[in-house]
């Protein structure tokens, strides 16, 4: 586990989701764009869907962080919700599972999710939106806690990463993933300053559909 830990320290993983049901959002494309990204220096990926991992992995020798999403009509949380989607990613290749941490209704407790996740010898990554998130994952044996969902939990979304919340988990001794609008190089180099153990970076390397619409859009000059 530690070795893991330690390929990731300092270095960049890049999330791999196409936009869902996009014409990039294809198994064989996820992987080519995550070799793309290893061959650019990416240290990890992460991957959303059991199949697209199950593609990936055959390619990739950098630890992979695999996660299946939902929407559902119970619960707020879409990360990884399930125990049989931690069996799945595990028997895909998964070396780190990441769920939902935060504290909202949903249909598995996190105890269990973190339970299961190391029970397969995966580290156990928690999503977190909060100190508190981040506190209370922690105490549970996560291996790491990321910053993905801060600002993603209600209210407007802020234009800025949560550096504040990456600082506090690294002052408390966590391994800390920065994640969550990490968009530009200098995000990325405040994030590593701020304590980031190490940073995700996704929809600005790999969802070429929204990007393309932001450049688009700053065409539109009156």
């Known amino acids: 586990m530690k070795e893991v830990l330690n390929k990731l320290k300092g270095n960049l993983v890049v999330s791999v989701q196409p936009v869902d049901n996009g014409v990039l959002d294809k198994p064989e494309i996820v992987s080519l764009l995550s070799q793309a990204a290893v061959n650019g220096g990416a240290a990890g990926i992460r991957i959303e869907g059991v199949d697209n991992l199950?593609?990936?992995r055959r390619h990739l020798k950098v630890p992979v962080i695999g996660i299946v999403k939902y929407d559902l009509d119970d619960s707020p949380v879409r990360i990884t919700p399930f125990l049989e989607d931690v069996e799945r990613l595990a028997k895909a290749g998964a070396d780190i599972i990441a769920f939902d941490g935060t504290d909202r209704t949903r249909p598995v407790s996190r105890e269990e999710l973190v339970k299961a996740i190391?029970?397969?010898g995966c580290l156990a990554m928690a999503d977190c939106s909060s100190k508190?998130?981040?506190d209370y994952c922690h105490s549970l044996g996560c291996d790491i806690i990321g910053t993905t969902l801060s600002g993603y939990t209600g209210g407007p979304v802020p234009e800025e990463a949560d550096f504040d919340l990456i600082s506090y988990f690294a002052e408390k001794g966590y391994f800390v993933m920065g994640e969550g609008r990490l968009n530009t190089f200098k995000d990325v180099k405040k994030a590593i300053l701020s304590g980031a153990s190490?940073?995700?970076?996704?929809?600005?390397?790999?969802?070429l559909e929204v990007m393309t619409e932001k450049f688009v859009q700053a065409t539109k000059v009156q």
């Open 132 to 134: 508190e998130d981040g």
């Open 198 to 207: 190490c940073v995700t970076v996704g929809t600005v390397l790999t969802r």
């Open 54 to 56: 199950l593609e990936s």
């Open 118 to 120: 190391h029970s397969y």
